[in-house]
């Protein structure tokens, strides 16, 4: 092990004083990042039991998977809306039934072994209907939270591609910490939120020479899931949604670090920017959160200074705050909007595609 690699092991270790390790409360990386920038220096980083056990058991895929879970048939996938810690042995599932008498779609999410996986074992919870009336499909991940559908089926038959839409296009949602909290419809806001975003990107046309989306997640600071370069298919794009890492664990949000991302490392040559393609941002704000303040009590990150780096590095900002408008500070961060027009309010997280066609004008118009 070189010198770099003596430093990155000290540091990541230094950070918690305790092994983690791999049940489903506790088993995170320290630092993710880390880890990857470990794994480039020292590609037998997940062999050293030490480090894979301590500083990167998710990046090194010892974790148990984190998974949707319902036991009961569901038309609606988003009302399957809870989640599970499967065991180390085990595979998120997704049942799907189409009916052929109706045409209607039916779901059921969960851990599956192995061997069910591989088509042992199955059996299937779909009610008493004769089989012949129903396409049963079957399919496990080994992701978390990667058994939500993710075929153009489910998003509405009104989805249309924008031709003329072409954007550099970053995405930052509030990774609210929602555990102990349930005052919105619907309970859990993920499965609303990712149904949501998966509509939104069947809405564009993502590739090279079209639209390409890059995803932070923002609490105490602003998390890159994706750079715009990372993902340039619509499919490859719902697969990464269907996956996003929440970790809901903050209830407080820095405006000032999301100003920051924008206005210096969001629309980077690194991160697959394209100068001659116009920026468009997007930020997701539960009502909920606590924003950061001065000494003063002033909300950090919502001045004209703020405001005005925000619109150098874009000059098309949309917010969208979900819940009342005038229940939180955090709604201040509306100031970094591009103008009145592009703040959008809804109720909760089941409210959200109600705005879909709204917020995909105000992105390529």
Same mark, same amino acid.
């Given at each position: 092990?070189?010198?770099?690699?003596?430093?990155?092991?000290?540091?990541?270790?230094?950070?918690?004083?305790?092994?983690?390790?791999?049940?489903?409360?506790?088993?995170?990386?320290?630092?993710?990042?880390?880890?990857?920038?470990?794994?480039?220096?020292?590609?037998?980083?997940?062999?050293?039991?030490?480090?894979?056990?301590?500083?990167?058991?998710?990046?090194?895929?010892?974790?148990?998977?984190?998974?949707?879970?319902?036991?009961?048939?569901?038309?609606?996938?988003?009302?399957?809306?809870?989640? @599970?810690?499967?065991?180390?042995?085990?595979?998120?599932?997704?049942?799907?039934?189409?009916?052929?008498?109706?045409?209607?779609?039916?779901?059921?999410?969960?851990?599956?072994?192995?061997?069910?996986?591989?088509?042992?074992?199955? @059996?299937?919870?779909?009610?008493?209907?004769?089989?012949?009336?129903?396409?049963?499909?079957?399919?496990?991940?080994?992701?978390?939270?990667?058994?939500?559908?993710?075929?153009?089926? @489910?998003?509405?038959?009104?989805?249309?591609?924008?031709?003329?839409?072409?954007?550099?296009?970053?995405?930052?949602?509030?990774?609210?910490?929602?555990? $102990?909290?349930?005052?919105?419809?619907?309970?859990?806001?993920?499965?609303?939120?990712?149904?949501?975003?998966?509509?939104?990107?069947?809405?564009?046309?993502?590739?090279?020479?079209?639209?390409?989306?890059?995803?932070?997640?923002?609490?105490?600071?602003?998390?890159?899931?994706?750079?715009?370069?990372?993902?340039?298919?619509?499919?490859?794009?719902? @697969?990464?949604?269907?996956?996003?890492?929440?970790?809901?664990?903050?209830?407080?949000?820095?405006?000032?670090?999301?100003?920051?991302?924008?206005?210096?490392?969001?629309?980077?040559?690194?991160?697959?920017?394209?100068?001659?393609?116009?920026?468009?941002?997007?930020?997701?704000?539960?009502?909920?959160?606590?924003?950061?303040?001065?000494?003063?009590?002033?909300?950090?990150?919502?001045?004209?200074?703020?405001?005005? $780096?925000?619109?150098?590095?874009?000059?098309?900002?949309?917010?969208? $705050?979900?819940?009342?408008?005038?229940?939180?500070?955090?709604?201040?961060?509306?100031?970094?909007?591009?103008?009145?027009?592009?703040?959008?309010?809804?109720?909760?997280?089941?409210?959200?595609?109600?705005?879909?066609?709204?917020?995909? $004008?105000?992105?390529?118009?």
């Amino acid at each position: 092990m070189d010198w770099m690699n003596l430093v990155w092991t000290y540091s990541l270790l230094c950070v918690v004083p305790v092994v983690l390790g791999v049940d489903g409360d506790t088993c995170r990386d320290i630092d993710t990042q880390a880890c990857v920038l470990m794994a480039q220096r020292n590609p037998a980083l997940c062999q050293d039991q030490v480090l894979r056990q301590t500083a990167c058991p998710k990046f090194c895929n010892i974790c148990p998977l984190e998974c949707y879970h319902c036991d009961v048939s569901v038309r609606d996938y988003v009302n399957c809306n809870m989640t @599970t810690i499967c065991d180390l042995n085990q595979q998120c599932m997704l049942q799907k039934m189409h009916s052929s008498q109706d045409g209607h779609d039916e779901y059921v999410m969960g851990c599956a072994s192995l061997q069910l996986c591989d088509g042992g074992g199955l @059996t299937l919870t779909f009610g008493r209907r004769e089989l012949q009336e129903r396409n049963v499909e079957v399919t496990c991940c080994n992701t978390d939270r990667c058994n939500l559908p993710t075929e153009s089926s @489910t998003v509405p038959t009104t989805t249309k591609h924008i031709p003329s839409c072409v954007r550099d296009i970053v995405l930052i949602v509030e990774d609210y910490n929602e555990k $102990n909290d349930h005052t919105h419809t619907g309970g859990y806001s993920t499965p609303y939120l990712v149904a949501f975003l998966k509509e939104l990107v069947s809405s564009l046309t993502i590739g090279l020479s079209e639209s390409l989306v890059e995803l932070s997640l923002a609490d105490s600071d602003v998390h890159s899931i994706w750079s715009l370069a990372d993902h340039t298919t619509n499919d490859s794009l719902l @697969t990464a949604i269907n996956g996003i890492p929440f970790r809901h664990q903050k209830d407080n949000l820095d405006i000032s670090g999301i100003v920051n991302y924008v206005s210096r490392d969001a629309f980077s040559i690194r991160s697959g920017d394209r100068p001659s393609v116009p920026n468009t941002v997007v930020i997701f704000v539960d009502h909920r959160a606590r924003p950061s303040t001065s000494r003063t009590g002033q909300v950090n990150g919502v001045d004209y200074g703020a405001q005005h $780096n925000v619109h150098l590095a874009s000059g098309n900002v949309i917010i969208i $705050n979900i819940g009342p408008p005038d229940h939180s500070d955090v709604t201040k961060i509306s100031v970094l909007a591009t103008d009145a027009s592009h703040v959008l309010t809804v109720a909760d997280y089941a409210a959200l595609s109600g705005i879909k066609e709204t917020l995909v $004008n105000l992105i390529c118009n």
